[in-house]
């Protein structure tokens, strides 16, 4: 099958009966993907999923960002269920997180959703043929998933007093305002398609991010030495002392 790819790093395989579509963060989903089938180098976590379920997506592949804390890495299979979703998340091991085409070349399925199941998919599949599967199959656009909580806050600072420190479930929530400001980001710490230009898109004081278990290639850290080239200082948790999202 041949793929085509446009400048925005999406990927659209044409010749399935749904549109197969390859991103390198959920949060690239647009409304024009309504009804498509997704692989998402975003982790596997709540806030993705429900990002996607909003989005209208028939089904969708994550990373399983090392599974970690409480699943929180695979967490959003389960709200996608509750919505009838096919959902399944590829291994932190098997493809590089943050980057959607290492994922359809390299990809295989840790974790899937009753959903997917039901479709034929199974953990040890590729990527690829899972996203095939999908694309054949009679699916409809994802229903609307429950409203979430507040996905980002301010706290204060018992080290600095008076420090700006911004809580956030996902580092596309950085706006200007947080510039010289300590961001906690619930996001994975690897760049989206390798570019060092998306470590973070503000010149903050300092970037907290999810280590995603590290995974190959050690993209679930791989934001740092972009930070650290842009005089950012910045850190990474482990997946599996805070919940991933």
Do not use: Q
Not at 180 to 190: I, N, P, Q
Request: proline share 5%.
């Amino acid at each position: 099958m041949r793929l085509g790819v446009a400048a925005s790093r999406t990927m659209r395989m044409s010749l399935s009966p749904l549109a197969m579509i390859t991103l390198d963060s959920v949060t690239h989903l647009t409304p024009a993907h309504r009804g498509a089938v997704v692989y998402a180098a975003s982790h596997g976590g709540t806030y993705a999923a429900a990002y996607a379920a909003a989005k209208g997506i028939a089904a969708i592949i994550l990373n399983d960002a090392g599974i970690g804390r409480e699943r929180a890495g695979i967490a959003g299979l389960d709200l996608l269920g509750d919505l009838r979703v096919p959902g399944a998340a590829i291994a932190h091991t098997s493809a590089r997180i943050g980057d959607g085409r290492d994922g359809v070349a390299r990809g295989i399925l840790s974790t899937v959703n009753a959903s997917a199941s039901a479709l034929g998919l199974t953990v040890g599949m590729s990527c690829r043929e899972a996203l095939e599967r999908l694309a054949g199959a009679a699916l409809n656009p994802a229903p609307a998933p429950p409203l979430g909580d507040e996905a980002r806050h301010e706290i204060d600072s018992d080290v600095r007093p008076g420090a700006k420190v911004i809580v956030m479930d996902s580092a596309s929530l950085v706006t200007p305002s947080d510039a010289g400001a300590v961001v906690v980001t619930a996001s994975h710490g690897g760049l989206l398609g390798g570019k060092p230009e998306t470590a973070i898109k503000i010149p903050v004081f300092s970037a907290v991010y999810n280590d995603a278990a590290i995974g190959v290639d050690g993209a679930g850290i791989g934001r740092l030495p972009a930070l650290d080239a842009r005089g950012i200082a910045g850190a990474c948790v482990s997946a599996f002392s805070a919940r991933i999202g």
